[in-house]
């Protein structure tokens, strides 16, 4: 079946840098944007960015820091984030998901994450 | 504006009908999209493309929009149903980002 599988949880201190991976499977790999979502604790959803699949080419959301990296490597089907220069406030658990889009005619498009990752929590502490 | 406003929590008794509502004028351009997420778990799509359920998630969850609102409705809520619900669009603007809304929390009664 289609699932997207993430690397375990990992303790770090300020300063450090992590790397987490999102493994996909059951579909082809560079057919469908995968997108980067995080969430701290006791916060909501929020977006992080999506890499291109097909090209390698990252989109990041406004605002967001150059500490954090969108990887490919097409050959395994796994996508990485790396985080450098690791905060306290970096803590969360960090979420993959892979975008579908649709069109409503006559003119509505529609994007949707269909299939999320397990989540990567990543702690920073000293 | 390329926000996406939710209300922070909303409460329905147990076999009743709720509706979650998502603002935004990225709306207007393109439909939104339904996510529910329990305690400690990972986001669940519950509704697409308007008003499509993924295959798995009950007939009592159902979209719909008008204007610049989206709204996900769950008729007969039940015990399970309890939990956080994002709703997700592109940026009108800017069609190349993806805009979530802050999430509204669910509670049955």
């Known amino acids: 079946q289609v699932q997207l599988v993430q690397s375990g949880s990992e303790l770090k201190k300020p300063g450090a840098s992590v790397k987490i991976s999102c493994k996909a499977s059951?579909?082809?790999?560079?057919?469908?944007?995968l997108n980067w979502v995080r969430q701290a604790p006791g916060q909501g959803l929020e977006w992080m960015g999506w890499?291109?699949?097909?090209?390698?080419?990252?989109t990041y959301a406004q605002g967001l820091s150059g500490r954090f990296v969108f990887f490919l490597d097409t050959s395994l089907g796994t996508a990485s984030l790396q985080i450098s220069s690791l905060r306290a406030d970096d803590t969360a658990v960090y979420y993959c998901?892979?975008?579908?889009?649709?069109?409503?005619?006559?003119?509505?498009?529609?994007?949707?994450?269909?299939?999320w990752g397990n989540g990567t929590t990543v702690t920073v502490s000293s | 504006s390329s926000e996406l406003t939710q209300d922070p929590a909303v409460s329905v008794a147990l076999g009743q009908t709720v509706r979650i509502t998502c603002q935004g004028d990225n709306l207007r351009s393109y439909h939104g999209s339904w996510y529910q997420q329990r305690p400690g778990q990972a986001p669940v799509l519950v509704i697409y493309g308007n008003n499509i359920r993924p295959s798995g998630i009950p007939d009592r969850f159902s979209g719909s929009s008008s204007g610049n609102t989206a709204s996900l409705t769950i008729t007969g809520a039940q015990a399970e149903d309890e939990a956080d619900y994002y709703c997700h669009s592109r940026d009108s603007s800017a069609n190349h980002l993806v805009v979530l809304g802050g999430g509204t929390k669910l509670t049955v009664l």
């Open positions: 890499i291109d699949t097909n090209t390698g080419k990252p």
């Open positions: 998901a892979r975008e579908m889009s649709g069109y409503d005619p006559p003119y509505t498009r529609y994007y949707y994450m269909d299939v």
């Open positions: 059951g579909y082809t790999f560079r057919s469908f944007p």
